[in-house]
């Protein structure tokens, strides 16, 4: 039967583990959320800047005007 030390070492370890692959998952989540989330504000850059192009073309100086 193991001693105390033994089953509190073994309960430590499992512990860190969890929390490593808990921290792993967080990491991973946040890194694709924030990729998206650059990825959509670059498309709305990018489509404002061809809106702005098409309404230049047609003789407006800015799609709102």
Not at 9 to 33: D, I, K, M, P, R
């Amino acid at each position: 039967m193991p001693d105390l030390m033994t089953i509190v070492s073994h309960g430590f370890g499992t512990l860190f583990g969890l929390f490593s692959v808990a921290f792993l998952l967080y990491w991973l989540v946040y890194e694709l959320v924030q990729k998206k989330y650059l990825r959509a504000a670059n498309y709305a850059i990018n489509m404002n800047k061809e809106i702005d192009m098409i309404a230049h073309s047609c003789g407006l100086r800015h799609a709102g005007s």
